[in-house]
Antibody, heavy 115, light 107 residues
Framework: QVQVQESGPGLVKPSETLSLTCTVS????????WSWIRQPPGKGLEWIAF??????NYNPSLNSRVTISVDTSKNQVSLKLRSVTAADTAVYYC??????????WGQGTLVTVSS | DIQMTQSPSTLSASVGDRVTITCRAS??????LAWYQQKPGKAPKLLIY???SLESGVPSRFSGSGSGTEFTLTISSLQPEDFATYYC?????????FGQGTKLEIK
């Protein structure tokens, strides 16, 4: 059974870089696409980016500030979001992207942007 | 970018009711659409993929239909555990987009 776990700081200062890690167990990370998705408190879901064996794609609204990467040796996917503001406060989810849907999700991690 | 619009935003219904949620895409997405259920404090759960395929373990009272730009999620007989927020999501080779969500409330 695939399990997905997000980790990272729960508090980030404005203008700094948000860094999160997604650790996958129960399956190889290299055979699937993986996405980051976020959800501001009380609001809807927003896809951020995905990564696959031969590349990445980003939400155009975040493209200039986001980097997604993978470490196959650790079975981990990482997210970096630069120059954060209060609008980036959200629960951040990592999910397996089967190219048909997000079928396995982590429980999410709340990141608050505040000084 | 492909935009997804769900209606209604809020739906009040009773246990046993049949309900339908609609999702419209700003351009044709063939059948590349998924539906999710989300309960407070939890990650979304996949219900339907490829517009009408039921994810393993999901009750058969959930069904999806549509293609092109218009899609529906139907719950044939609401159960107490079905009161939640539902999202549609499109996927294509370059991006994924979610609808804004439909909150299903107890009448």
């Amino acid at each position: 059974q695939v399990q997905v776990q997000e980790s990272g700081p729960g508090l980030v200062k404005p203008s700094e870089t948000l860094s999160l890690t997604c650790t996958v167990s129960g399956g190889s990370i290299s055979t699937y696409y993986w996405s980051w998705i976020r959800q501001p408190p009380g609001k809807g879901l927003e896809w951020i980016a995905f990564i696959y064996y031969s590349g990445t794609n980003y939400n155009p609204s975040l493209n200039s500030r986001v980097t997604i990467s993978v470490d196959t040796s650790k079975n981990q996917v990482s997210l970096k979001l630069r120059s954060v503001t209060a609008a980036d406060t959200a629960v951040y989810y990592c999910a397996r992207d089967s190219e048909m849907a997000f079928d396995y999700w982590g429980q999410g991690t709340l990141v608050t942007v505040s000084s | 970018d492909i935009q997804m619009t769900q209606s209604p935003s809020t739906l009040s219904a009773s246990v046993g009711d049949r309900v339908t949620i609609t999702c419209r895409a700003s351009q044709s997405i063939s059948n590349w659409l998924a539906w999710y259920q989300q309960k407070p404090g939890k990650a979304p759960k996949l219900l339907i993929y490829k517009a009408s395929s039921l994810e393993s373990g999901v009750p058969s009272r959930f069904s999806g239909s549509g293609s092109g730009t218009e899609f529906t999620l139907t719950i044939s007989s609401l159960q107490p555990e079905d009161f939640a927020t539902y999202y549609c999501q499109q996927y294509n080779s370059d991006s994924r987009t979610f609808g804004q969500g439909t909150k299903l409330e107890i009448k």
